[in-house]
Nanobody
Framework: QVQLVESGGGLVQAGGSLRLSCAASGGTFTPYALGWFRQAPGKEREFVAALGWSSGIPVYADSVKGRFAVSKDNAKNTVYLFMNSLKPEDTAVYYC?????????????????WGQGTQVTVSS
């Protein structure tokens, strides 16, 4: 069973940057994509970005387009989420997950192997 482990969260001031990592371990891993989601207190988990596992093509939510970037290190089986120009509204727990269904790219229902999440807090 493949496990995904996020790291890299923390406290940062508005306008700052963070890099989140999502490391896959525990077996062969060939999902359709690796997705990043976030969940703020009292809100539903929402799509942030995804990276096609074979294609390397990224997709972003409108709210982070131009500020966030996702990339993969094949040697390390790790996907990174680079977050720049952070805003207080980016504050949330960030999760990575494997897209194992061809249902909507943007829906949590298409994903499995969820990581434990990493907290990102952006102060104003």
């Amino acid at each position: 069973q493949v496990q995904l482990v996020e790291s890299g969260g923390g406290l940062v001031q508005a306008g700052g940057s963070l890099r989140l990592s999502c490391a896959a371990s525990g077996g062969t891993f060939t999902p359709y994509a690796l997705g990043w989601f976030r969940q703020a207190p009292g809100k539903e988990r929402e799509f942030v970005a995804a990276l096609g596992w074979s294609s390397g093509i990224p997709v972003y939510a409108d709210s982070v387009k131009g500020r966030f970037a996702v990339s993969k290190d094949n040697a390390k089986n790790t996907v990174y989420l680079f977050m720049n120009s952070l805003k207080p509204e980016d504050t949330a727990v960030y999760y990575c997950a494997a897209r194992t269904s061809l249902f909507s790219l943007y829906s949590t229902s298409s994903y499995s192997n969820w990581g434990q999440g990493t907290q990102v807090t952006v102060s104003s």
